[in-house]
């Protein structure tokens, strides 16, 4: 019911700041809870952040450690990522997920989500 499309990524160095973004097709963007998602080279898929469908909650993983922030923009039906003090580790495919959500809900898990955008590299070197 909705296409996502990521933008962003990149090259980047330590230390750095990239943002993230998804664009969402339709009306209904408001409808649905947000997530951003990762992948590196050789490891599996893994939670990054998630925002409810009126943006008042989010919840990120521990690892971050708070150098990565989960917004979205409703009117434009856009999600965004900002990424600050980049990594090597944070080196990964990056893709946004949304998933239909009552009230306030925020989702952790990827089988919780409905629909998945291509993904965006981001590279952090050092």
């Known amino acids: 019911q909705v296409l996502l499309v990521e933008s962003g990524g990149g090259l980047a160095q330590a230390g750095d700041s990239l943002r993230l973004s998804c664009a969402a097709s339709?009306?209904?963007?408001?409808?649905?809870?947000m997530g951003w998602f990762r992948q590196a080279p050789g490891k599996e898929r893994e939670f990054v952040a998630a925002?409810?469908?009126?943006?008042?909650?989010?919840y990120y993983t521990d690892s971050l450690k708070g150098r990565f922030t989960i917004s979205r923009d409703n009117a434009k039906n856009t999600v965004y990522l900002q990424m600050s003090s980049l990594l090597p580790d944070d080196t990964a495919v990056y893709y946004c997920?949304?998933?239909?959500?009552?009230?306030?809900?925020?989702?952790?898990?990827?089988?919780?989500?409905?629909?998945w955008g291509q993904g965006t590299q981001v590279t952090v070197s050092s």
């Open positions: 997920a949304a998933g239909g959500a009552r009230g306030n809900d925020v989702y952790t898990n990827g089988r919780q989500y409905d629909y």
């Open positions: 339709g009306r209904t963007f408001s409808s649905y809870a």
């Open positions: 925002i409810s469908r009126g943006g008042s909650k989010t």
